[in-house]
Structure formats: structure tokens, C-alpha cells
């Protein structure tokens, strides 16, 4: 069982920039392959980024250049630098894990663009 806590939504302007963190619970996160996810209101719910355990990573056309999927197993954590954030970026974001063979789910955070 692994669980994640999502933390950094917030409301910012157009232009601006946001962190988002996800913590995971278990001691081998190094071997997790991490993604976050992201739903708008009457959108179905997109990957945005992917890291796999050896670092490579994978981005949505929408985000590419502009977020950057990182982690750092030392602390368990994946991050996720959103920079020239826009308004059709305003979703929940959600933290995913993939580990021993099973998917998992944060609870999610909302991210707000808007002026």
C-alpha cells in the first residue's frame, strides 16, 4: 500500500509559476514510476508528466517547456515545476504511483489560473 499527499495548488495569476509536491509513503520509491495527472471541469483527466525510476521522464504536448517533472528519492518526493502557467491549465492535479504491479491515487490539488 502506498499513499501520496499531494500539496502546492494554489491560485495564480497568468504568467506565473507554482510547485507542486507529492510524498509517498513505502521504502523503495526509488523503483516507483511516478506521474502526475490533471482533471478540468467537464474534461477527462490527462497525463501531464511521467518519471520512471531511472529518470526519464514524459510530457503532455500542452505542458512541454513549460513543467518540469523531477524527484528526489532521498525524501520520497515528486515534484512538479509549472512555469507560464495559462488559464487552461486550471485543473485538480492529482499525484499517480505506479508500484508492485498496482496504481495509486492522491487525493489532488487545485491549481487556478485566472487574473
Known amino acids: 500500500q502506498v499513499q501520496l499527499v499531494e500539496s502546492g495548488g494554489d491560485l495564480v495569476q497568468p504568467g506565473g509559476s507554482l510547485r507542486l509536491s507529492c510524498a509517498a509513503s513505502g521504502s523503495i520509491f526509488s523503483f516507483y514510476v511516478m506521474a502526475w495527472y490533471r482533471q478540468a471541469p467537464g474534461s477527462q483527466r490527462e497525463l501531464v508528466a511521467r518519471?520512471?525510476?531511472?529518470?526519464?521522464?514524459f510530457y503532455a504536448d500542452s505542458v512541454k517547456g513549460r513543467f518540469t517533472i523531477s524527484r528526489d528519492n532521498a525524501k520520497n518526493t515528486v515534484y512538479l515545476q509549472m512555469n507560464s502557467l495559462e488559464p487552461e491549465d486550471t485543473a485538480v492535479y492529482s499525484c499517480?504511483?505506479?508500484?508492485?504491479?498496482?496504481?495509486?491515487w492522491g487525493q489532488g490539488t487545485q491549481v487556478t489560473v485566472s487574473s
Open positions: 518519471i520512471i525510476p531511472g529518470g526519464s521522464t
Open positions: 499517480y504511483c505506479f508500484a508492485g504491479q498496482r496504481g495509486y
